[in-house]
């Protein structure tokens, strides 16, 4: 669904969500760019209100982690949209 390098063109509002969400999900004190940011919640809302959910691929499934839950519902959007090379690179540092 993202990609720091290769991906399709969107707003400049979407690209405001979609930062605004990996924002939103950086649990501790970090400094981006010149600020330093602590977020209160999760801007998950926002984000969706401009995904393109329309044009997708949806499977049952279920997840590879464990418990490994059957039953599960997948949608995966066909556009591929941005993210920021600091928020790619925080989220691969957490794994």
């Known amino acids: 669904m993202f990609d720091s390098k290769n991906y399709d ?3 400049d509002e979407t690209v405001a969500a979609i930062d605004k969400f990996f924002d ?3 649990w501790h004190k ?3 760019a010149d600020t330093f940011y602590e977020p209160t919640e999760v801007a998950l809302g926002e984000l969706m209100a401009f995904m393109d959910m329309t044009n997708r691929w949806t ?7 464990p418990g ?7 949608n995966v959007l066909k556009k591929v949209y941005p993210i920021k090379p600091y928020h790619f690179a925080y989220y ?3 794994v």
């Open 24 to 26: 939103t999900l950086i």
């Open 9 to 11: 063109e969107v707003s």
């Open 59 to 65: 499977y049952s499934g279920s997840l590879t982690t």
């Open 92 to 94: 691969t540092k957490m």
């Open 68 to 74: 490994c839950e059957e039953n599960l519902y997948w």
């Open 30 to 32: 970090i400094k981006l």
